[in-house]
């Protein structure tokens, strides 16, 4: 990694591993309790033959959450940089990116991880 540094590589080789795959996507939170119900509404004094109105329902218990998506699948990369990229004298040998991880479906997939001799970041 070079963080706005000169770097100068003379006959250097870097190899890169595997990364690794992305982690599995949570499971998805219980739904909460219903809300209490609002108070019922009360008579004028004039209307002296009527009841005040009875208390509203309980709301009902919210839906189960949708689970998390797949975490990003790690890197293969020779050089990290900001700044200016390090790019000569160095040959950079790659491993495979890592893949996603599993989501709950095709769009909860995680990203595959970068694969690139030199990336900024």
């Known amino acids: 990694m070079s963080l706005n540094a000169t770097l100068?590589?003379?006959?250097v080789t870097l190899k890169t591993g595997r990364g690794g795959a992305g982690g599995k996507g949570g499971a998805g939170q219980e739904g909460g309790a219903g809300g209490a119900g609002g108070p019922g509404g009360t008579k004028s004094e004039e209307a002296t033959a009527l009841?005040?109105?009875?208390t509203g329902g309980a709301?009902?218990?919210g839906g189960a959450g949708g689970p998390g998506g797949g975490g990003r699948g790690g890197h293969a990369i020779g050089i990290a940089y900001k700044g200016r990229a390090p790019v000569q004298g160095a040959t950079v040998e790659l491993g495979e990116a890592g893949p996603g991880?599993?989501?709950?479906?095709?769009?909860?997939?995680g990203a595959a991880g970068v694969k690139a001799e030199v990336q900024a970041f």
């Open 8 to 11: 100068s590589f003379e006959e």
């Open 51 to 54: 009841h005040d109105a009875c």
């Open 59 to 61: 709301g009902g218990k």
């Open 101 to 109: 991880g599993v989501g709950a479906n095709a769009e909860g997939e």
